[in-house]
């Protein structure tokens, strides 16, 4: 009881909420000027952050370079005059991705109690670390929780529960259930008191909070914030990578997103968009805010606590509303019902299920003097799951110029294929994003089509995209600035890591199992199947400052880029490869009518066995 309290005081000295609870509440404005701002650059708060961040990354960049055993290299003299800027990126997926995901960044980090993974302190030495959709669940939770590591999270009992489905936590124990149901429904009620539109959106967000923010609140993180992250330890002594969190934007009525569809993220302090249809930010803790032209409409009221932690997850991973509205199965409040049913019985409401109400839009009247903005006529700003426009891995933040990345780790827990395994059909969404207005001076490096994804086994296996900037400048003029690519698939070695998106609970062993697995991807089978798998990944980091410097590369280098990287060849499969395109790389071998059956991986279990028939 005393523990409890004592946690509870922690809580809510660090919530933001001002109703320490789910319902945003009014405070002062911080004064009465413009709170939005354009998005010329990083926020002068990000760009201190991260300096301060890069004492800690190069540190341990420094162990984890002199650990991998990298030949011909010294660590010191290179950290002297370079400092590479790592990102990391969490598909989305559902629980598949939060949980493979969390195997995937436990063998990057220093403090997991296993065998040497070769890799770790890679996510000591990372400045970002984005999520999207299950994968937010995953960054969210770790954030939220104070940069907690996945070990910690597997030894204890309440966190990340899935032992029962979101809709039923305590399984068969129907008052538990009820009093649940009963709070959560307060909560959204207390939201909508408040003058607040709500949508499923917030019963998803409240319900996944109890399963991922339970450590971090007695309350079930139900005021804590995102912008909250501030002022947590991790993220005061820059113990922690900057966690970003992605949303599509989708209005009612608009029922297919593609590569055109507006790009939004979270970050600790802002919360906006890069792209040119908005191109503005406004800090994370006034969303909610009633803004004109991004002033406030009355200086007294403006408002905190709309940035929930759960809320701002949930809204990432919003095409699961759809879950909460099977819980009408169980007995729940008249409140919450009557919500549903208004999503459930009318037709067209029916096709918003997915989409969360920020409503007041912080971006009303408001214009970033570079053009028309087309979320300036709503009242209300509409919001979907990150993985809707086809670009499941969130690399939209970390390919943006002013961010300076070096290389990206990109995890792909997506379901492409009938077998719920990744095609690279992510990677192609943002290679192909590059070239649309909306764009907008954001550069990838080249990637093959699907079937190639698959026939070439560039999912089964790490695989390099981007190895020479040199084969870029036909992207761009700065191609060493283009971040190099370390694309990590989702494969089975130990466990069938394929579950479905939308299955909802995993006992204990599946968890476990899950987690494992995504280690044993992370660290190419505990290093079995490559032993110079670290220095594989040094030579990835140090490439950009090389070339930038007219470094050559090691024979190391250059053996582990001839194993790992992409050369340019095309292997579409289905017909006699008469399709071929190379993409303007030169290098490209074409295969002709080689066999269909493709990708059995080096040690692990016989996977695509048939392989997908068309290109989407
Ligand atoms: C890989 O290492 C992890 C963590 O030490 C361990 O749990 C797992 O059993 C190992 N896998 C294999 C196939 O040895
Ligand atoms: C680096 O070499 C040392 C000594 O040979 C060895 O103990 C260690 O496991 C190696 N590290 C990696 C990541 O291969
Ligand atoms: C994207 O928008 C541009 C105009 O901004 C339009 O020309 C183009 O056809 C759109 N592309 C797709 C795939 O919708
Ligand atoms: C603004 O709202 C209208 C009506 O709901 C909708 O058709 C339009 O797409 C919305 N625009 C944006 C950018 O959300
Ligand atoms: C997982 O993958 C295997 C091999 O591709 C397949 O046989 C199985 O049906 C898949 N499971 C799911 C749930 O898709
Ligand atoms: C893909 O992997 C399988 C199994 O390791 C191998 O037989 C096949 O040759 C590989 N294909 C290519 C194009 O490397
Ligand atoms: C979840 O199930 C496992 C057994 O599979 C049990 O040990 C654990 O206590 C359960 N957790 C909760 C919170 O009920
Ligand atoms: C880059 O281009 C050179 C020259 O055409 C070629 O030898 C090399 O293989 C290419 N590298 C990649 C990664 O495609
Ligand atoms: C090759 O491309 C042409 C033109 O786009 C298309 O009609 C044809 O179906 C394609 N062939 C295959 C086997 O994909
Ligand atoms: C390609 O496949 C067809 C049909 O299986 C076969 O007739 C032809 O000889 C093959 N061509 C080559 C170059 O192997
Ligand atoms: C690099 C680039 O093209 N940046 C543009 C992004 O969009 C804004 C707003 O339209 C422009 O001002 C930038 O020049």
Redesign the pocket.
């Known amino acids: 009881m005393l523990y409890l309290a004592v946690l509870y005081l922690i809580a809510t000295v660090l919530a933001t909420s001002p109703t320490d609870g789910y319902a945003p509440g009014y405070v002062q404005c911080p004064s009465n000027s413009k709170l939005t701002r354009d998005a010329t650059g990083l926020s002068s708060s990000e760009s201190s952050w991260v300096q301060s961040r890069k004492e800690i990354t190069n540190a341990a960049l420094s162990t984890f370079l002199t650990n991998a055993n990298l030949t011909d290299f010294d660590v010191d003299s290179f950290l002297s005059s370079n400092s590479p800027t790592i990102g990391l990126a969490f598909s989305g997926g559902g629980y598949r991705a939060m949980l493979t995901g969390a195997g995937e960044l436990a063998a990057l980090d220093s403090r997991t109690n296993s065998a040497n993974s070769g890799l770790k302190g890679l996510l000591q030495s990372s400045t970002y670390l984005a999520g999207l959709s299950g994968g937010s669940w995953l960054v969210g939770s770790v954030a939220l929780n104070d940069f907690i590591s996945v070990d910690e999270i597997i030894s204890q009992d309440t966190l990340w529960n899935l032992n029962n489905s979101i809709l039923d936590p305590d399984g068969i124990d129907v008052i538990g259930n009820t009093l649940y149901w009963t709070a959560v429904s307060a909560e959204i009620a207390a939201k909508q008191l408040a003058g607040f539109k709500v949508t499923i959106t917030d019963p998803w967000a409240r319900t996944l909070s109890y399963q991922l923010l339970t450590n971090s609140n007695p309350l079930e993180g139900s005021a804590l914030c995102y912008s909250d992250i501030v002022n947590l330890d991790s993220f005061q002594n820059h113990q922690a990578p900057f966690p970003i969190v992605v949303s599509d934007s989708r209005a009612p009525g608009q029922l297919l997103l593609d590569s055109n569809s507006t790009i939004f993220e979270f970050n600790p302090y802002e919360f906006g968009s890069w792209d040119p249809a908005l191109y503005q930010f406004i800090p994370t803790q006034y969303i909610g805010s009633d803004l004109d032209g991004g002033v406030p409409v009355n200086s007294y009221a403006c408002v905190k606590g709309f940035d929930n932690g759960g809320f701002v997850m949930g809204t990432s991973s919003s095409l699961f509303n759809e879950v909460i509205l099977d819980v009408s199965q169980v007995d729940i409040p008249t409140f919450l019902s009557d919500l549903l049913s208004t999503f459930v019985l009318d037709p067209v409401t029916a096709l918003s299920v997915d989409i969360a109400y920020y409503s007041p839009n912080p971006f009303y009247e408001s214009t970033s003097g570079r053009g028309p903005n087309i979320f300036s006529e709503n009242g209300t700003l509409y919001l979907v799951d990150g993985g809707e426009d086809g670009q499941n891995i969130p690399l939209a933040p970390l390919i943006q110029p002013n961010r300076n990345l070096d290389v990206i780790f990109a995890h792909d827990n997506s379901a492409d294929t009938d077998e719920n395994w990744p095609d690279g059909t992510s990677l192609v969404s943002t290679y192909q994003r590059q070239f649309l207005p909306i764009g907008n001076g954001t550069h990838f490096p080249?990637v093959p089509d699907q079937n190639t994804f698959l026939n070439l086994n560039l999912t089964s296996k790490p695989t390099f995209f981007?190895?020479?900037a040199?084969?870029l400048s036909s992207l761009t003029d700065n191609y060493l600035d283009v971040p190099l690519v370390v694309y990590i698939a989702n494969r089975p070695f130990s466990y069938w890591t394929n579950t479905s998106t939308y299955k909802m609970a995993y006992s204990y062993e599946e968890k476990i199992g899950m987690i494992q697995n995504g280690y044993e991807i992370e660290t190419r089978l505990n290093t079995t199947l490559d032993e110079e798998w670290a220095a594989c990944v040094g030579c990835a980091i140090i490439r950009r400052s090389q070339e930038r410097a007219g470094t050559e590369q090691s024979e190391q280098c250059q053996q582990c880029?001839a194993q790992y990287?992409?050369?340019?060849d095309i292997y579409t499969g289905d017909a006699l490869g008469e399709n071929y395109s190379n993409d303007g790389?030169?290098?490209?071998t074409e295969y002709y009518n080689s066999t269909n059956v493709a990708g059995i991986s080096d040690g692990g279990l016989d996977l695509f066995k048939k392989k997908r028939s068309t290109i989407n």
Do not use: V
């Open positions: 080249y981007g190895c020479d040199q084969n880029f990287c992409w050369n340019g790389l030169t290098s490209g």
